[in-house]
């Protein structure tokens, strides 16, 4: 049973305009969210996250969003970039199983030139 | 500063054969992970620590144990390999505290397939 869903493999941009990644999950408990951001042969690096007693977090070309009635959370990218080229994975801890992070299936975001 | 290193990254093993992946991280960090991550799938945590001597079961367990005899190495051993444990390994580390252990810095991965 998936607790976080990212229902979107894939997902192809415009350079300059934005990009908009989703990500649903199941287990109320969550309580901090995270963006990991991993590009081939590589480890995923951090990207940006929020804590569930904010409904916002933004840094540089970078904003999460948090709606916790609807368990859904959104990583706004722009303008987007061809650097940003990669697959982006939603995570989510707190869920009151053991400390470490419960991650989504991923999405490639492609940024076509 | 190298950060998270793992090695080897590539590996060959024949089921039955046991092997042991080794995580190192520089950054002085008192929380250790393993992850796997098969085709198609988000990152699955296998084992943890919390400090050096202790270890901790994940979500998928089974088939692996592991090893945190010094705070900047952990070790991950397979000890009879099976074809379903052929996957992409994945090790991270991060600081301790209720938001801090949540930013973990993630090694290059190994890939491992069991024939």
């Known amino acids: 049973d998936q607790q976080v869903k990212q229902n979107s493999p894939s997902l192809s941009v415009q350079e300059g305009r934005i990009s908009i990644l989703n990500c649903d999950y199941t287990?109320?408990?969550?309580?901090?969210f995270l963006w990991y951001k991993k590009y081939p042969a590589e480890g995923p690096t951090f990207l940006i996250s929020?804590?569930?007693?904010?409904d916002k977090n933004e840094d540089g070309r970078f904003t999460v969003f948090l709606n916790k009635s609807a368990k859904h959370l959104s990583l706004h990218i722009v303008p987007s970039q061809p650097g940003d080229s990669a697959v982006y994975f939603c995570a989510a801890s707190g869920g009151g199983g053991a400390d470490g992070l419960t991650f989504g299936k991923g999405t490639h975001l492609i940024i076509q030139p | 500063n190298a950060g998270v290193t793992q090695t080897p990254k590539f590996r060959v093993l024949k089921t039955g054969q046991s092997m042991t992946l080794l995580c190192a991280q520089d950054?002085?960090?008192?929380?250790m992970y393993w992850y796997r991550q098969d085709p198609g799938m988000g990152l699955r945590l296998i084992h943890y620590s919390v400090g050096e001597g202790t270890t901790a079961k994940g979500e998928v367990p089974d088939g692996y144990n592991v090893s945190r005899l010094k705070k900047q190495n952990f070790l991950l051993g397979l000890e009879s390999a099976a074809p379903s444990q052929t996957s992409v390994y994945f090790c991270?580390?991060?600081?301790?505290?209720?938001?801090?252990?949540?930013?973990?810095?993630f090694g290059a991965g190994t890939r491992l397939s069991v024939l």
């Open positions: 991270a580390s991060s600081y301790v505290g209720a938001e801090a252990k949540n930013i973990q810095y």
């Open positions: 287990n109320s408990m969550f309580d901090y």
């Open positions: 929020i804590s569930s007693i904010k």
């Open positions: 950054m002085n960090h008192e929380y």
